[in-house]
């Protein structure tokens, strides 16, 4: 994957369901940009009672501020 020149992610919905669902994306299009898995949910998650990790909403703002020189939004209402 580093002999790639240019990568792109596609997703209707690219914080999904948890909020940590992005970390693959952003890791394959970026890798390290959010550490290890294990790293970003550490800073940015906690666990649910079901195991899942969730972002944690006072982070969340963080979370954007380090993504946005390298994610693109486009809401519904901008697309033709």
Not at 7 to 32: A, F, M, Q
Request: proline fraction near 5%; hydrophobic fraction near 35%.
């Amino acid at each position: 994957m580093k002999s790639i020149k240019y990568r792109v992610g596609l997703s209707g919905t690219p914080i999904y369901n948890h909020g940590s669902e992005i970390w693959p994306i952003v890791d394959i299009l970026k890798p390290g940009l959010l550490g290890s898995f294990k790293e970003f949910c550490e800073y940015f998650c906690y666990q649910d009672e079901r195991g899942r990790a969730i972002v944690v909403p006072s982070k969340r703002d963080g979370l954007r501020h380090v993504l946005q020189r390298d994610v693109m939004l486009r809401r519904k209402n901008q697309m033709y």
